[in-house]
């Protein structure tokens, strides 16, 4: 655990300066697809902040309506209602039919959360079956799903009653789907942390069959997937899935923390007052989801993703057609959601597109992430594109 470093040269008070995640710059300011550090220098960011930037940054209609909220309530607890939490209520309703009830949260991990509570709730069996690489967040019950041991070794143990099955071993997976003990079914569309690697649509949908025979839950977690990423509005939609959980979180918000489990009204066996958060549905947050969903609408910004995420697959994909099976083993992903895997690791790459004025997420050690903003125009996507290729084969 690191802890808060008193060196007044250390950029940012919550980082150990020596932690090797820290990328050595300060960031002060952003604009469209681009932020800037204390000297001016102009970035791509490429990460969206961890695919939170869906609208990139500063975009007007997001500030407008973060400030208008500011200066009417930011504050109401969920035995109030509330203009703008009825709003976001009305809109992600509309997205997600049927499902048609929302727990309001902060973040990701909170709606995962959410969902292995409301599971153990209305089913009143424990376990969870999760996939082998899957990251479905942070604090004890999230852990407990995600998979990677760089992540749970240090906070053993983790709950009891959660397995891994590995995507695509049908076998495992019906075996592991036990009618007695599992609650919760929980899958990623596209692991992102584990690689940006694509479930397949056939081993979801047996999935989802097994859980309605037996009486479990099919929970999709669209914490990274959904709002847009994929070229759909969620990825779900991809494959014709019909989850009875939908965890939400990092682009709702669009920079403001939001997250939301969508559920059926029909499944709901929870007592609401049986969980709750006391910033969850805050006025702010829920302003800003508003505005983001509104933009992503008005802008028709989920066909223009789609669009532009096949145009730079294909790019990256031409560039690094020498290097398939050398230097880079894969090139893949869906809408803004690209992962470039490597022989090696990704970290140098990294580095000298950072020198270059581009920011990319690493996904594992070896593969590299792109999550763009939405709205970012196809000129700094192509020349995100042939920086990767010029710094993968350099
Ligand atoms: N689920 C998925 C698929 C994620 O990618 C993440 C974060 O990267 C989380 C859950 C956890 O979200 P948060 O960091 O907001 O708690």
Same mark, same amino acid.
Request: a neutral charge.
């Given at each position: 655990? @690191? ?8 950029? @940012? ?43 990139? +940054?500063? +975009? ?54 959410? %969902? ?46 959660? %397995? ?19 609650? $919760? ?10 690689? =940006? ?28 997937? /959904? ?37 059926? %009204? ?27 969903? *509104?933009?992503? *609408?008005?802008? /028709?910004? =989920? *066909? ?7 145009? $730079? ?46 920011? =990319? ?12 903003? $939405? ?14 290729? *010029?710094?993968?084969?350099?």
């Amino acid at each position: 655990m @690191t802890t808060a470093s008193t060196a007044s040269s250390t950029p @940012t008070p919550a980082l150990d300066a020596n932690w090797a995640g820290f990328r050595g710059l300060e960031l002060v300011r952003g604009e469209g697809p681009y932020v800037f550090d204390t000297e001016g220098r102009r970035f791509l960011d490429a990460t969206s902040m961890y695919g939170v930037a869906a609208l990139g +940054h500063a +975009h007007p209609a997001l500030a407008r309506a973060v400030a208008h909220q500011s200066g009417r309530l930011t504050s109401c607890f969920a035995s109030f209602a509330n203009d703008a939490r009825n709003e976001l209520l009305g809109r992600l309703h509309t997205l997600l039919d049927p499902l048609d009830r929302f727990f309001l949260c902060n973040s990701g991990t909170e709606a995962v959360e959410a %969902a292995l509570k409301f599971a153990r709730r209305s089913t009143g069996r424990a376990g969870v079956v999760a996939l082998a690489g899957a990251f479905h967040g942070r604090t004890l019950g999230s852990l407990s799903a995600t998979f990677r041991s760089k992540h749970r070794d240090a906070f053993q143990p983790l709950l009891p009653g959660f %397995a891994h099955v590995r995507a695509g071993d049908t076998a495992a997976l019906e075996r592991a789907l036990d009618a007695d003990g599992t609650g $919760l079914f929980l899958a990623e569309i596209i692991q992102g942390e584990g690689g =940006v690697r694509p479930v397949s649509g056939a081993f979801l949908h047996r999935a989802q069959e097994l859980c309605r025979e037996r009486g479990i839950l099919f929970a999709v977690d669209e914490v990274q997937t /959904g709002i847009g990423r994929t070229g759909r509005w969620f990825g779900f939609r991809h494959h014709g899935l019909e989850p009875d959980l939908v965890c939400l979180a990092k682009g709702l918000g669009g920079g403001l923390p939001i997250g939301a489990l969508a559920f059926r %009204a029909a499944a709901d066996a929870v007592d609401l007052g049986s969980h709750g958060s006391t910033f969850g549905g805050n006025p702010l947050c829920c302003a800003a989801a508003n505005s983001v969903l *509104e933009t992503i *609408e008005t802008e /028709g910004l =989920v *066909e223009q993703t789609a669009q532009a995420g096949a145009r $730079l697959l294909a790019h990256l994909r031409q560039l690094l057609a020498n290097e398939l099976g050398t230097r880079v083993r894969d090139v893949r992903g869906q809408g803004l959601m690209i992962g470039v895997e490597l022989a090696a690791s990704g970290v140098p790459v990294q580095k000298r597109l950072q020198d270059r004025g581009f920011l =990319v997420l690493g996904a594992g050690p070896r593969v590299l992430r792109l999550l763009p903003p $939405l709205t970012t125009p196809w000129e700094a996507l192509e020349e995100l594109g042939t920086a990767l290729a *010029e710094e993968v084969t350099r």
